[in-house]
């Protein structure tokens, strides 16, 4: 499914009410995914520097793994 990128031209133009609302959708869902996924990604890091420089910068997070 490649059609992302001729949707946009103007001869594509003619596709159905219910094509766009599903590729709407789409597009929300992919953004969503990617949102979480780099969400998790920069929590990640953020662990990974706490304990690779032995500062616990959230104490409170810490605390709440150690326990």
Known sequence: M???ER???PER????PLRQI???FRKQRMARR?????RLRSQIA???A???SGVA????RCRLIEH
């Open 7 to 9: 949707s946009t031209y």
């Open 50 to 52: 706490e304990r690779s």
């Open 46 to 48: 953020r662990a990974d």
């Open 22 to 24: 599903r590729g709407y």
């Open 57 to 60: 910068a959230s104490v409170g």
């Open 34 to 38: 990617v949102a979480l996924v780099a």
């Open 13 to 16: 133009r003619d596709i159905g």
């Open 2 to 4: 490649k059609k992302t």
